[in-house]
Every structure is written in structure tokens, then in C-alpha cells.
């Protein structure tokens, strides 16, 4: 039996954080950061300030000279991986590790450092400062769910765009043609309706170990599409989506969640990239095609206007959940800050400040068993009964005060001078004052006490005559006891410690008879 939750954590703003890149030239944008003190999210600013010689040049006689962008935060020139991880991505991936879907993914002019940011440089080596978010995370996603203890199964896939036709990274299949081996990635499918995206032929992987995800991850990378451009010896020529699938079991169900790292392909403009290949120009025209219509989805779902199709583009239909559905999400915007990417830097700046007008409406991925959750709670109370019966044991336990040992002397000398065959005890619910009297009522016996009442019969209705024998034996074993302070095994329930006080009382009456006669024939 088990009920699908839909629980949601509230809608949820996009986080956004800008990365600025070292500079390569001289002629650097001026740039002033400081704290945001309005009411946002945003906790800094960032200000450029236009070149004379670009405000010049404009066609616009309004343009501004200053333009300030709000971020969550803002990494400087100097920012290490670690951080960068640590601030813009960490929180994202505890989200997906208690159930909830997660999205990661960088946008900027090429050569600016998203790549750089999502993956990093040196991955072939062990943990390195320049590991970047993907091998951060699926280091940081193992330690934890072997950390939780619980059962848990860990997929991959991952996705790549290319001129507008969609290829698995991990599924490249080699042929032959002319006695020569080539190889050719598998293609993928998009289906996509009201509610969700169906990716067909695209393979999940299944890994073990954060190493095994890691090489499954080198591996694809390896069959990624990268051109020489002015900027970059090695740009991305499409856009990427490495995913990470998470199932987990706990005590009440299964829950599953995925995390997104997408690493778009840098904005370019064809005239500056001065491309003379007529295949790299044709990239540069479908990239940027592709991030207008991501800028424009962008735009009209943060003005509440009338939305654009999510279904121009690949990238806009992978990106659809994590800009307005079930995810949280989070934007790094890289930039540059030389002179002559003025442009570029304030596109990206008013990308980013769209995306962080966007709310997404994550939700938790849970299906709760009502079985386990019946289950854990019954195992749960006898953990508490164990715990108070624990606490009452060691409170029964405590030493007797004098007090408290003439108070039971009292009432045990009453109890024997009752005549009543009902007669009871009412120490019975504590095992140490039970004893207690128990030896008492043998010393009275032994110390031929004059107070001694006549006999007293037991409620032997209350026990079986197999009991009542075993008893008989215990309590004869105990006056024959000459400890200080013996203990006689009753069972610990009140019908036999009732038994035995009744026993014991009667023998001790005949104990003090037996003593009396001695004496008169001594006489």
C-alpha cells in the first residue's frame, strides 16, 4: 500500500550568481561591487561603467554611461572553485538529496569560463582545486547518501544539442566504412506534452561509486562537439545536460530526484568571431538562435506576458521544468570584464536579472509506503515503552532511605498483625521494596517476635497448584538463606509476590510458635 506525495516546498525564486573572468588585456570596464540594502533576495551589486568611446558610438542618445545588476552573489576574479561550489551549487543538491529536483546551469559570452565552472579542468586526476560543479557534486552526493545509511540507486545520463538535433553522449556507437572505424552518437527524441518531456534512446547509466560516475561522466565528455574560435581553443559547439537520477529508500517509501547541470554554448557574434569555416559559422547561428529564444521564454515568463513557445528550441524544451516547473534552480552568469566585451557582459547581466524575477514550484518526489510508515511507528513505541520502563527500573532502583525503611518495617509489621486472609502488601509495583519485605518478614520470624498475628491463608485461587509448589520451594529456599539480604525469585508478578508475602507469613508464624514451645520446655 503506498500514496504518492505532492508535497511542495513553496514557489521558489531562481537563485542567480555572476562569475567574473581574469581579465586578458589592459582595458578593463570599470566596475564597482557592493552590498544590495534593498528588501530582495539579492545580497550584492555590481556596476559597470560604459567607455567614452562606446557611448560614442551608440546609436542611442539615452543610453545610460553607469548599469547596476542585483545577484544572490558575485564571484570576483580570484574566486576559487571550492567557493563557487560551496555557495551556488551545494544548496541546490540538498535539495535534491531530500527529495526535490535541481537544476545547475551556466550562461555567458564563450570563453568566459562556464564550462570551466561546470566541469572544470583536470578531471582525469584525483580532488583537485580545479574540479568544477559536476565532480564537486557527485563526490559530495555519494558521501552522503553512504553517510544516511540508507538504500539508494544512483543513474546518469547525459544529454548534448547540436545544431538543433539532440545526440546521446553515451551512446556512440562505432561502424565501418572502407575498412576504416568511425563512430556516430546515438540520436535522441524529444517528446513533450502539457505536463512532462519524454527524452527517447536516451541511455541512464548505472554507477556504484562517485569514481564509476565520474568516468561515465569523462567518457561522455570526451564525444562533446569543440572548435577553435578566436576566444577559445576550445569552445563549446552545443549545449550540454549531464544528469544525475537519485532513488532512495527510507523508513516510510522511495524517494527519487534528479539534478540537472546544464553547460550552455557561449553567445558569439559571427562578425567579431571572425569564422571563416562555413560550418563554424553555422554554429555560431544556431547557438545564438537558440539562446534568443531561451532569453525571450525568459523575458515573457518574468513580465507575466503572454509566453513564448517552449517548443522552438531543443534547449528551451529541456530547460521548460527547470525554469517554471518542479525544480530549484540556480544560474551562474559568467562574464568578462574587458573593454570590448561591453556588450556581451551587460547581455548576459540582463539575462541573468530576467531569470531572477522567475519562480519555480518544486515539489518533494515521494511515494510513502503506509506499510513501512505502520512499521516504523510500531517499532518506534517499543523503542519509547523499552525507554520508560528503562527509567522506572532505575528509578525503583535507588537505595532505600531510613525513612523509607522504617515506613516498610511499620508496614509489614501491620500486614502480619491483620487477620484478614485478603489482607495486601501495596509495595508491589517496585521490585527493591518488594524484597525489602520479604526479608523483613523472615527476620520477624527468626527474632521470635511477639506481635506475630495467627494464621493466614493465601489466595491460592489466583495461581495454579504447580505455581503454588514452585513458590512454596522458592520461599522455603529463601528463609533458608542466611545472606543479609537475600533475594527470592517470585516470578515479578503481583499474583506470586501476593503468594509468597502470604507464605512467608504464615511460616514465619509458625517459625515464632516453634520458638515459643522451645522456650517453655526450657523452662
Known amino acids: 500500500m503506498s500514496s504518492k506525495n505532492s508535497k511542495r516546498n513553496g514557489d521558489k525564486t531562481i537563485s542567480t550568481f555572476c562569475r567574473i573572468r581574469p581579465p586578458i588585456s589592459n582595458a578593463r570596464l570599470q566596475t564597482q561591487i557592493w552590498p544590495s540594502y534593498d528588501d530582495s533576495s539579492h545580497t550584492q551589486l555590481i556596476q559597470f561603467t560604459k567607455p567614452t568611446d562606446v557611448l560614442l558610438k551608440s546609436s542611442s542618445a539615452k543610453e545610460k554611461k553607469t548599469q547596476k545588476f542585483a545577484f544572490n552573489e558575485i564571484f570576483d576574479e580570484n574566486v576559487l572553485q571550492e567557493e563557487v561550489f560551496q555557495t551556488a551549487g551545494r544548496p541546490i543538491i540538498d535539495h535534491v538529496l531530500n527529495g526535490y529536483n535541481g537544476t545547475i546551469f551556466a550562461y555567458g559570452q564563450t570563453a568566459t569560463g562556464k564550462t570551466y565552472t561546470i566541469m572544470g579542468e583536470d578531471l582525469e586526476y584525483e580532488a583537485n582545486e580545479e574540479w568544477g560543479m559536476i565532480p564537486r557534486s557527485i563526490d559530495y552526493i555519494f558521501k552522503d547518501l553512504k553517510a544516511k545509511g540508507d538504500s539508494f540507486e544512483v543513474q546518469v545520463s547525459f544529454l548534448e544539442i547540436y545544431l538543433e538535433k539532440m545526440y546521446d553522449l553515451l551512446g556512440v556507437e562505432s561502424y565501418s566504412v572502407n575498412h576504416e572505424t568511425l563512430s556516430r552518437k546515438r540520436d535522441v527524441i524529444c517528446k513533450m506534452d502539457d505536463t512532462k518531456v519524454r527524452l527517447v534512446n536516451l541511455a541512464l547509466r548505472k554507477v556504484e ?172 513505541n517499543i523503542r519509547l515503552n523499552s525507554k520508560v520502563n528503562e527509567l522506572q527500573r532505575s528509578k525503583n532502583n535507588d537505595p532505600l532511605t531510613e525513612e523509607e525503611v522504617e515506613n516498610l518495617k511499620q508496614m509489614v509489621l501491620t500486614y502480619f498483625n491483620d487477620n484478614d486472609s485478603d489482607a495486601f502488601l501495596d509495595v508491589l509495583k517496585d521490585d527493591i521494596r518488594v524484597q525489602f519485605c520479604f526479608n523483613e518478614l523472615k527476620e520477624l520470624g527468626r527474632g521470635n517476635n511477639s506481635e506475630l498475628s495467627t494464621e493466614i491463608e493465601s489466595q491460592q485461587k489466583k495461581l495454579t497448584d504447580k505455581e503454588m509448589r514452585d513458590l512454596n520451594v522458592a520461599v522455603e529456599a529463601f528463609i533458608a538463606d542466611r545472606r543479609e539480604f537475600a533475594e527470592l525469585d517470585y516470578g515479578g508478578n503481583t499474583e506470586s509476590a501476593q503468594y509468597c508475602l502470604q507464605r512467608l507469613k504464615y511460616l514465619v508464624k509458625e517459625m515464632g510458635d516453634s520458638n515459643q514451645t522451645k522456650k517453655k520446655g526450657c523452662c
Open 209 to 380: 561509486t562517485s569514481d564509476e560516475a565520474l568516468d561515465v561522466f569523462l567518457e561522455g565528455n570526451s564525444n562533446r562537439e569543440i572548435a577553435q574560435t578566436y576566444a577559445n581553443n576550445r569552445s563549446s559547439r552545443s549545449h550540454v545536460v549531464f544528469t544525475v537520477y537519485i532513488k532512495r529508500e527510507d523508513d516510510t517509501g522511495v524517494v527519487e530526484s534528479k539534478l540537472h547541470f546544464v553547460d550552455l554554448a557561449g553567445s558569439e557574434r559571427v562578425s567579431k568571431d571572425q569564422l571563416g569555416d562555413s560550418l563554424l559559422v553555422s554554429e555560431a547561428k544556431d547557438i545564438n538562435r537558440s539562446l534568443l529564444f531561451l532569453h525571450k521564454v525568459i523575458q515573457s515568463i518574468a513580465n507575466n506576458s503572454r509566453p513564448e513557445t517552449f517548443r522552438n528550441t531543443m534547449i528551451t524544451r529541456i530547460l521548460r521544468d527547470s525554469l517554471v516547473g518542479n525544480s530549484v534552480t540556480s544560474l551562474v552568469a559568467t562574464i568578462s570584464i574587458d573593454e570590448h566585451n561591453v556588450d556581451e557582459t551587460l547581455s548576459t547581466c540582463n539575462f541573468a536579472q530576467s531569470v531572477s524575477k522567475i519562480k519555480t514550484k518544486p515539489k518533494l518526489n515521494k511515494t510513502e509506503d503506509l506499510n513501512l510508515i505502520i512499521a516504523r511507528l510500531q517499532e518506534e
